[in-house]
């Protein structure tokens, strides 16, 4: 999973770091597996993300926002990144979600096509700390518009597990499911490409 993240940020230009094995600002709390922070060249330059990655079946929603709240203090991180094992995850989780400053993914490291999931919780995360970097009138509407694109996401995340949860078990129109999977699919990498945009409009106006 780590591998995964760096090699990400590290296309994106920003800084991952593996801090797992470290204590934090909380006395012997080691909370908060990885921090990125974002490049030079983002509009939210030197703001820390942190990720959490668990494969324990212990962990319900509850459990893990508590977790990545931790985290957030443990690792002065502006936003959270819980990312589930789909081995673990508990039932009815959605693939994606945010939750205020913090987003939780279920990623499966056996099956690529949870990657897009993985991508867009990274992309959901540095628009938020875009977002929290650059809250003023004079862009209100540019920010207006990357929640618009994060509440995307998470919508055709949600109706993307619907339907390959359907095309798995109903045989009669099959393909016409599948086929809608991936007209959604490509939905869903739009809205991703829509953040890229508005952070690019984010970057003008801060300049």
Not at 83 to 88: E, G, P, Q, R
Not at 111 to 117: H, K, V
Not at 143 to 170: G, H, N, V
Request: glycine share 6%; charged share 30%; aromatic share 4%.
């Amino acid at each position: 999973m780590y591998s995964f993240i760096e090699d990400v940020c590290q296309k994106a230009g920003d800084i991952p770091e593996h801090v797992g094995y470290g204590v934090g600002d909380i006395k012997h709390c080691k909370v908060g597996d990885c921090i990125i922070t974002l490049g030079p060249d983002c509009e939210a330059a030197a703001a820390r993300i942190v990720c959490e990655m668990k494969e324990d079946a212990s962990y319900d929603l509850r459990r893990s926002l508590d977790e990545i709240g931790t985290a957030r203090a443990n690792r002065k991180a502006d936003v959270g990144l819980f990312i589930h094992s789909a081995k673990t995850a508990p039932n009815g989780l959605k693939r994606l979600a945010r939750y205020g400053n913090d987003a939780i993914v279920v990623w499966d490291s056996d099956d690529e096509g949870t990657d897009a999931y993985l991508s867009a919780g990274l992309m959901v995360c540095k628009a938020l700390a875009v977002r929290n970097a650059t809250a003023n009138d004079e862009i209100a509407a540019d920010i207006d518009l990357l929640e618009k694109a994060i509440r995307e996401i998470e919508r055709q995340s949600s109706f993307l597990e619907e339907i390959k949860t359907s095309s798995s078990t109903i045989k009669n129109g099959a393909d016409k499911i599948l086929n809608r999977v991936e007209t959604m699919r490509g939905a869903f990498i739009k809205q991703i490409e829509a953040l890229d945009t508005q952070a690019s409009l984010l970057r003008k106006l801060v300049q």
